[in-house]
């Protein structure tokens, strides 16, 4: 039988080690890019990879899926660090000699740590966290959870426990909401309404409209005979007290939007073949270049193959016979329509992938690495098809 030969069109930023020189020389590693392109996956195939070079590895992650979880020994992943058995790897015999460890994000405990670091009294900080605004922004404002996550991962960074520390990025419609999060979210609570209420907050804590504008006091009490003027009362206390946390806030987050463009963090810009995929992360990258970040690698998940000269039916019809397989009726046939289908799909994806190449062979984008990882017939659910997955971002030195 005349065998298919799968062909590939690597990127000429592939290199035989994919992305090991990353995982050998930068302490941080974030992969980013929109919802749905593999990055929790390609988060832990990074830090097994890593694990297997030697290093002390921790993956924070969010939400990552429950299969995957289980396959690391985990019955769930947990907000606390939690050590993958050394067993684990051990019994899928996969050779790690470094450790991994792993971390579920939790954006409210986070942000609560944050307060309890910031407020300048046990008082005012139980105030603010017992506050039922608080405990709303603390959630589902805009930009907490992609800052938050900044925020552990500026926390950990330097914990000496670990050496390589990757942070799978909050899932986003856009990509770039995790790169503005910080100015985002500051912006937010530094808001012109925001003044309007410390305005209007006396020294004495009581709430008063005389102190506004009349433009400004009409739009308030309109506000007010809708939510009631209690509800006011509470924004502006929380305001108030949240204020003497604002310098503060506003210092950190100067500081972690710095250590974002530092020499010892990596940007893994992940996608899929898909036109969306491949036009976010395009923009995403010139906006890293924008404000002078590196892209430093992409990794493009579930390409599909394209094949050499395929068999017809009757040389399949014979291959099966020699091997004394039966795929029942009309199974040669079959095969040779997957066959044929796949390899349409693979000239669809490299298609699709010109675009991320045009974008990418300039001066600008030099340096920048790249692996392509096929779309496997199977998910990844197991050590051993993580350890594909690791092999093909990052071949074991060994």
């Known amino acids: 039988m005349l065998r298919a030969r799968a062909v590939t069109q690597p990127s000429p930023r592939s290199t035989p080690t994919g992305l090991g020189s990353l995982l050998d020389t930068r302490r941080v590693i974030l992969c980013v890019g929109c919802g749905g392109v593999g990055k929790t996956t390609t988060t832990a195939a990074l830090g097994l990879a890593a694990a297997r070079r030697g290093k002390r590895v921790l993956c924070l992650t969010i939400d990552p899926a429950r299969r995957l979880s289980q396959s690391l020994g985990l019955s769930e ?35 609560d740590g944050l307060v309890a670091q910031l407020a300048p009294t046990p008082e005012r900080r139980d105030h603010i966290l017992e506050n039922t605004l608080y405990k709303y922004i603390s959630t589902s404002l805009a930009g907490t959870q992609e800052y938050m996550a900044m925020e552990k991962l500026y926390e950990v960074r330097s914990d000496p426990r670990y050496d390589l520390v990757l942070l799978d990025t909050p899932p986003t419609q856009n990509a770039l909401d995790f790169l503005d999060a910080p100015e985002r979210l500051v912006g937010a609570l530094d808001s012109g309404a925001t003044r309007w209420f410390l305005q209007a907050f006396q020294s004495s804590g009581k709430f008063s409209f005389n102190l506004l504008a009349k433009s400004t006091a009409a739009i308030l009490r309109g506000i007010g005979k809708i939510t009631g003027g209690g509800f006011l009362e509470q924004i502006a206390v929380f305001i108030s007290e949240f204020n003497e946390l604002f310098g503060g806030w506003r ?65 399949i019809d014979a291959a099966l016979e020699a091997r004394d397989l039966h795929l029942g009726r009309d199974g040669s046939a079959r095969l040779r329509r997957a066959a044929d289908e796949e390899t349409r799909l693979g000239k669809q994806d490299m298609i699709h992938l010109l675009a991320l190449d045009a974008a990418l062979d300039d001066e600008a984008a030099g340096g920048s690495l790249e692996v392509r990882v096929p779309a496997f017939p199977f998910d990844i659910y197991d050590i051993q098809r993580l350890a594909m997955v690791a092999d093909l971002l990052a071949p074991h030195p060994g």
Not at 83 to 97: D, I, Q, S, Y
Not at 272 to 283: A, G, K, W
């Open 251 to 315: 210092e950190r987050a100067t500081v972690i939007a710095s250590a974002l463009r530092g020499p010892d963090v990596a940007y893994v810009l992940v996608t899929t073949p898909d036109p969306l995929s491949v036009r976010e992360v395009i923009y995403f990258a010139d906006r890293l270049r924008e404000q002078s970040m590196r892209r430093d690698a992409f990794v493009v998940n579930r390409v599909h193959p394209m094949y050499g000269r395929l068999p017809d039916v009757a040389e």
């Open 77 to 111: 992943m947990k907000t606390e660090a939690q050590l993958v058995r050394p067993e684990v790897f051990a019994e899928a015999g996969v050779a790690v000699t470094g450790s991994m460890t792993v971390m579920m994000l939790d954006t409210k405990s986070t942000f």
